[in-house]
T-cell receptor
């Protein structure tokens, strides 16, 4: 069966510090991978989307970047965090090319102080 | 472009009450429709789905019917429990589209 792992679960970082959140998927090959952000009490904002290694689409211009160094690994990064980067970050995967459901990780609660 | 509209929350119900959370969509073609549930501090879990018109998705007592004529996918449950308290998201997906399109979410609070 397929599983998705996302870590860390919670993170408190000072303004101006770097960020690295990691997501890995097991039990499937060549998935679509996604990073979403959810501000407190708000809906989901799609940040990045990837259909393959090294292929990243950015949905919203911002202080963040994403990379896909391996088929089932997706990393969200920032060189210098802003207060506005605080939120709940969710990684997800779906079957490539199909209008099927996405499967989500447990999320990372990021607080920038 | 494609969009999903959900009723505003929070929805507050007493235990054993009937639940309806409205969801309507705008899309070309033949999307698949989904309901996700998010419990506090957790990621989203797929609750149910429907892939074509008149399909009924069901899971854990929740149901939703894909109504193409009214472009709706309303979530219903006959008798809610305190444990159903969560945020519910309606979403649509289409082949070739980058990602699912989500509604803004509806918070459900069930009181004992």
């Amino acid at each position: 069966s397929q599983t998705i792992h996302q870590w860390p679960a919670t993170l408190v970082q000072p303004v101006g510090s770097p960020l690295s959140l990691e997501c890995t998927v097991e039990g499937t090959s060549n998935p679509n991978l996604y990073w979403y952000r959810q501000a407190a009490g708000r809906g989901l904002q799609l940040l990045f989307y990837s259909v393959g290694i090294g292929q990243i689409s950015s949905e919203v211009p911002q202080n963040l970047s994403a990379s896909r160094p391996q088929d089932r690994q997706f990393i969200l990064s920032s060189k210098k965090l802003l207060l506005s980067d605080s939120g709940f970050y969710l990684c997800a995967w779906s079957v490539l090319g199909e209008n099927t459901e996405a499967f989500f990780g447990q999320g990372t609660r990021l607080t920038v102080v | 472009g494609d969009s999903v509209t959900q009723m505003e929350g929070p929805v507050t119900l007493s235990e054993e009450a009937f639940l309806t959370i409205n969801c309507t969509y705008t899309a070309t073609g033949y999307p698949s429709l989904f309901w996700y549930v998010q419990y506090p501090g957790e990621g989203l879990q797929l609750l149910l789905k429907a892939t074509k018109a008149d399909d009924k998705g069901s899971n854990k007592g929740f149901e939703a019917t894909y109504r193409k004529e009214t472009t709706s996918f309303h979530l219903e449950k006959g008798s809610v429990q305190v444990s159903d308290s969560a945020v519910y998201f309606c979403a649509l997906g289409k082949t070739g589209r980058r990602a699912l399109t989500f509604g803004s979410g509806t918070r459900l609070q069930v009181q004992p």
